[in-house]
C-alpha cells in the first residue's frame, strides 16, 4: 500500500485492518525451530525469543495447528496438547518482542 494514503480513503474497519494493521505485523513475523529434540514423550517447547501474546502460529510438520491445541506459558514455552511424533517438525512463527 502507498504510506501516502489518507486513512480518510479506508472505507471500512476491514480496509483499515488489511491495509493498513497486517502489512505492519506480518512484516516483524519471526519463523524458528525449538532446540529441544521431536522424540515422541515431549509435549512443551520454547521458542528462542520472546513473542508478544496473541502473534504464535505453531505448525507441526508444515500443518498449522488450532491455537485450542496448545498452550502457552509465559512469553516463550509452548505445550502441546497432543504429543508429536518421534522425528515431527516443529515450527513456531511470531512477532518477537525484541523488534
Given amino acids: 500500500m502507498d504510506e501516502s ?12 485492518i488489511e491495509k493498513l494493521v497486517i502489512p505492519k505485523l506480518t512484516a516483524g513475523m ?6 529441544e529434540t521431536v522424540d515422541g514423550t515431549r509435549t512443551s ?22 491455537t485450542d491445541d496448545f498452550i502457552v506459558t509465559g512469553n516463550r514455552t509452548v505445550t502441546l ?3 508429536p511424533s518421534d522425528g515431527k517438525k516443529i515450527v513456531f512463527d511470531y512477532v ?3 523488534i
Fill in 45 to 66: 517447547f520454547n521458542t528462542t525469543r520472546n513473542f508478544y501474546e496473541n502473534t504464535l502460529a505453531v505448525y507441526v510438520d508444515g500443518s498449522r495447528i488450532h
Fill in 5 to 16: 494514503r489518507k486513512i480518510s480513503d479506508l472505507k471500512t474497519y476491514r480496509d483499515i
Fill in 81 to 83: 496438547k497432543t504429543t
Fill in 96 to 98: 518477537p518482542m525484541d
Fill in 30 to 35: 519471526f519463523t524458528d525451530s525449538p532446540a
